[in-house]
């Protein structure tokens, strides 16, 4: 590797980064998407070569992947998970139900057998937490009624998904069926196990986690968050699921201090994570899918917003509130993404990299730019 | 006055009431200790047509403002600092079903393991009150014990 080179493709690549999240910050737009198409343009005979940083993109984008989910993880206390999980119960199956089905459906037609049909329904299910949440913030949205709702199927769907991931990642290690039933299984009870937690014991964790001096802290973090994703992947249950977990059982001021600390690491490496995505599809490829996954979207957004109108009117809302609460639910973004790089590189169907990339860019922006107007 | 909390999983909690002027106010208090105050619709109650971002200082020199005390976010503070042990001011509401009756009718230590240390009743305090104490409309009791045993004595005085 030569590291004057690498730094240049680096150096650049962030500029471009740089340029276009600045852009989508004036728009009022999340900036994924704007990265995941970066990462289009980028690569070789793209806009900027990325051969002699591609090592360290490699890994980047893992620490970018780890990032995210601790992050999500620390966002959510185990007594936020439970209550969400006692409340609503029907909504979110329906939720479930009426937001996969298009993508098995269209897996399926599209003849990517059971398990691409799988990843796909995961892909159209999961709403974008990350853009969601801001985007509540943005408009000013944090104290309408039909917020604590869309806050709970956000809890709900990221619950799914680690659940859902360490079945997905075993499944794709070649593993026979069997073998996928009883890790979803161990999954599932050490994820309920998490939530079921004690309060007392996670606080335990914490304070033998925590340090006087940020740095420290940091080290400490980054060793426990790595070593326990190293160990879940070496069981073929996704490190992602790790890095989820660990998060979840910090908590108090620990949990507050790790999110300030970690929130800049995330930032970057997750911006890195979603170009090196990008950089696995080809532009042409993504011309060619775009009709599909433009129906695709259509259906998501629409499905979206039918789980996310009957929920919010169930609990109450007007029917206005409930509008607000639909579309506020139909952006799409980081979990689809981490979804679909881990199904990539467990050597699905390939055509999954630009039908997520048009997907999440169709429903991240359009969403968004729908729940302005919306009122 | 009937005050709401609702928890907001990853943000924090709200807490809203309406005024007697027929408007729904509320205050957002994020995790990091900064608080939103929320102005609703006048037309439209599910949603806000204002919110204000306030610094944690700001939202203390507001409530100095507004001729509140200081002593409820020293409560707060020490919360924090003795993780295991909650410390909370309830109120009793009119329509408390504790409101009129003593300490010992709600079988509070008897059930949720939490007591009450302290009871104020217009500026008046009450310290250490015994099981026949008998509780008035607008009094505060000042309860403390585990986290889940003072939820518990919550809900027994707020009904």
């Not at chain 1, 619950?159 to 890790?183: E, K, T």
């Not at chain 2, 240390?117 to 305090?125: F, H």
């Amino acid at each position: 590797m030569r590291i004057d080179i690498a730094l240049l493709e680096l150096g650049a690549m962030m500029i471009v980064l740089a340029t276009l999240g600045r852009i989508a910050y004036r728009l009022g737009l999340p900036a994924v998407p704007f990265y995941l198409v970066a990462g289009l343009f980028f690569g070789n005979g793209g806009l900027i070569p990325v051969e002699e940083a591609v090592a360290f993109v490699d890994i980047g984008a893992s620490l970018g992947v780890i990032f995210l989910l601790f992050m999500l993880g620390l966002e959510y206390t185990p007594t936020e998970l439970r209550q969400s999980l006692a409340t609503n119960r029907l909504s979110h199956v329906i939720d479930i139900v009426l937001n996969a089905t298009p993508g098995v459906v269209v897996g399926l037609l599209l003849g990517w057998g059971p398990l691409g049909a799988t990843i796909l329904a995961g892909i159209t299910y999961v709403s974008s937490s990350g853009v969601i949440a801001k985007l509540l913030v943005d408009l000013g949205r944090l104290g309408n009624r039909e917020t604590p709702g869309i806050l709970s199927t956000l809890v709900i769907e990221d619950l799914v998904m680690a659940v859902f991931l360490p079945v997905v990642a075993v499944l794709l290690a070649g593993d026979s069926a069997v073998a996928g039933v009883v890790s979803g299984l161990v999954a599932l009870s050490i994820v309920l196990a998490v939530i079921a937690l004690p309060a007392r014991a996670g606080q335990r964790a914490s304070r033998f986690v925590d340090a006087e001096s940020g740095e420290v802290l940091l080290i400490s973090l980054l060793g426990i968050a790595l070593l326990v994703a190293g160990i879940a992947e070496y069981f073929h249950v996704s490190y992602a699921i790790g890095a989820f977990l660990v998060g979840i059982v910090l908590s108090g001021q620990v949990a507050e201090r790790a999110r300030e600390l970690l929130e800049p690491l995330r930032d970057s490496f997750a911006a890195i994570f979603f170009v090196s995505f990008g950089l696995t599809v080809d532009p042409a490829s993504l011309v060619e899918f775009l009709p599909i996954a433009l129906l695709l979207a259509l259906i998501g957004g629409a499905s979206k917003f039918g789980s996310g109108y009957w929920s919010a009117r169930r609990s109450g809302s007007s029917s206005k509130g409930a509008r607000r609460a639909g579309v506020t639910l139909i952006p799409r973004g980081e979990f689809s993404i981490v979804l679909a790089g881990i199904a990539i590189a467990g050597g699905v169907n390939a055509d999954l990299g630009p039908i997520t990339v048009a997907y999440v860019l169709i429903l991240a922006v359009g969403g968004s730019v729908l729940a302005r107007f919306v009122a | 006055m009937e005050i709401f909390e609702t928890p907001l999983p990853g943000i924090g909690v709200r807490y809203d009431f309406d005024s007697e002027a027929g408007r729904r106010i509320g205050v957002l208090v994020h995790r990091d200790g900064r608080r939103d105050i929320l102005v609703y619709c006048e037309d439209d109650t599910d949603s806000c047509s204002e919110t204000l971002r306030l610094s944690t200082a700001e939202a203390a020199s507001l409530v100095e403002l507004l001729g509140g005390t200081k002593i409820t976010e020293r409560l707060s503070d020490l919360r924090h600092e003795v993780q295991g042990l909650s410390i909370e001011w309830i109120n009793v509401e009119p329509t408390s079903p504790l409101a009129g009756r003593t300490i010992g009718d709600g079988r509070i230590r008897t059930e949720t393991g939490a007591s009450v240390v302290a009871v104020l009743r217009d500026g008046e305090s009450f310290p250490g009150p015994g099981p026949d104490f008998r509780f008035s409309t607008n009094d505060t009791a000042l309860v403390t014990g585990s986290v889940e045993g003072v939820a518990k004595a919550r809900r027994i005085i707020s009904g």
